[in-house]
């Protein structure tokens, strides 16, 4: 029997091909047991396929076992963080149905985006978060991203080294986001039922006390749906003001029902005493509050030496955001125009809201008054009232599957960048997140779907 060829030697007509060889070594059990124990003896061997996927994308995953892409009409998708893209909101303009595409936008554009739109998005921060202040952003201040993942994304690959607070539950992606970049340091911080989720200055306190000295959070908040507002949002950025970066993803600050739907679009530019010197970077975008999460336009308001940063690193990491696209954002930020927009928003998804609530209180969910939403489309929904099968996260959507509704199981939002906690240690472990971005015809849908599932 000869001996196996090592890549180095001659391959002679005695030695075995490579294909005799490893049917050799598939009929050997101690080198099955070497691969199995081994990392390196893979088929691809530079993929951790376990990278790639987020929580949300797993929802999907399953939902496709069930048929969801033979027929998706036939389904209630309240998994995905979108909201109806449809112009039939009443009162909301309509959006463009095409676009211009100059010779002049075939050409890269500039990784912190085109001036134009920089401007256009400082002036509707100034307009609405800053009037009669002294201090105002310029289009030096803004940084056009493609979409608020690469924003974050950005902000991460410049973290200097430092240790970052972030909160638990919070949005998805921000787990794999933090695990990208090993120049900073993470630290979990969980929020309690009892403070009904919310971020608060005490909490910012002790975390900067314990030399935290980056903090990242959703504000409103993704997936609870609560909203910090002045003054304690304010007091936040005083302890937060000469002592740490605030990252402040406001995603769904225009999701507002605070203010009686008015317009108002919460956000920490109303508190900023210093637009270079108060440590703050405000992300946000069209995606969510404009419906336009297809477009792939958002941006990051902060001081010059940040977007000076973030503009450069989107050379290495996603050069930048497409042109057209962003010339037709211009227009759309017109500040009395999106004032408009966001009271149009605000009352159509507030009423959506509410139907989402009583239908479920309807169906038998105890949903205490201080854990309704009162910002973005979302719904944290406790299943600790239920039959014990399906009153843990992974059971419910099992269960709504079967009815053709998709929900995420709570367990995705336990931000757990370094795998060390236990499914069932997780203080997510009994919710679900719903969402009611999608058009009322499927949210009744859905509904009729979950109270299938309840009656079972
Ligand atoms: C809190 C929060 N921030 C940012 C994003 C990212 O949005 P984009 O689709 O523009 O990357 C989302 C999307 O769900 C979100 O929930």
């Not at 936008?105 to 739109?117: D, N």
Request: hydrophobic residues 35%; proline residues 7%.
């Amino acid at each position: 029997m000869a001996v196996p060829s090592f890549p180095f030697t001659q391959q002679t007509s005695e030695q075995p091909t490579r294909a005799e060889s490893t049917t050799h070594q598939s009929n050997s059990t101690i080198h099955l047991a070497f691969r199995t124990a081994h990392e390196g003896h893979k088929p691809h061997a530079g993929l951790d396929p376990t990278r790639a996927s987020t929580g949300v994308v797993w929802t999907s995953e399953r939902a496709y076992e069930h048929g969801y892409l033979d027929s998706p009409e036939t389904w209630s998708n309240l998994g995905q963080g979108a909201p109806e893209a449809e112009d039939s909101i009443p009162g909301s303009f309509p959006r463009p149905t095409s676009l211009p595409l100059p010779v002049s936008s075939r050409e890269y554009g500039p990784t912190a985006g085109i001036k134009p739109l920089r401007a256009a998005v400082a002036n509707l921060y100034n307009a609405h978060h800053r009037a009669g202040k002294e201090s105002q952003y310029t289009w030096e201040n803004v940084c056009i991203v493609p979409g608020g993942r690469a924003g974050l994304i950005r902000i991460a690959a410049v973290l200097g080294q430092a240790y970052l607070g972030f909160f638990v539950p919070d949005y998805t992606a921000y787990s794999e986001m933090l695990s990208l970049f090993r120049n900073f340091g993470t630290i979990p911080v969980p929020l309690e039922r009892e403070d009904n989720y919310s971020i608060h200055s005490s909490l910012i306190a002790s975390e900067i006390a314990r030399g935290t000295s980056v903090i990242l959070t959703s504000n409103p908040r993704n997936p609870t749906g609560r909203v910090t507002t002045n003054p304690e949002l304010a007091k936040i950025q005083d302890i937060c003001r000469e002592r740490a970066t605030l990252i402040m993803d406001e995603f769904y600050g225009g999701y507002n029902y605070t203010t009686d739907c008015d317009g108002t679009v919460i956000s920490a530019a109303d508190n900023i005493c210093d637009v270079e010197k108060d440590d703050v970077l405000i992300v946000d975008g069209l995606t969510k509050r404009f419906r336009l999460p297809g477009w792939r336009v958002a941006w990051i308001v902060g001081p010059k030496a940040w977007i000076k940063a973030l503009g450069s690193c989107g050379s290495y990491l996603d050069g930048g955001t497409n042109v057209p696209f962003q010339e037709a954002a211009v227009a759309m930020l017109d500040p009395p125009l999106v004032r408009n927009e966001m009271r149009a928003l605000q009352r159509h998804f507030r009423d959506k809201r509410d139907y989402v609530i009583k239908r479920l209180r309807d169906m038998g969910f105890e949903i205490e008054e201080r854990f309704v939403p009162n910002s973005t489309f979302y719904l944290w929904l406790d299943l600790r009232c239920l039959p014990e099968k399906i009153n843990d996260g992974l059971n419910f959507f099992q269960a709504c599957l079967e009815e053709k509704v998709i929900v995420v199981p709570g367990i995705f939002f336990d931000l757990n960048p370094s795998k060390r906690r236990d499914l069932f240690d997780s203080p997510c472990h009994h919710f679900v997140r719903l969402s009611y971005g999608p058009r009322m015809e499927i949210l009744e849908k859905g509904l009729d779907g979950i109270e299938r599932v309840l009656k079972r």
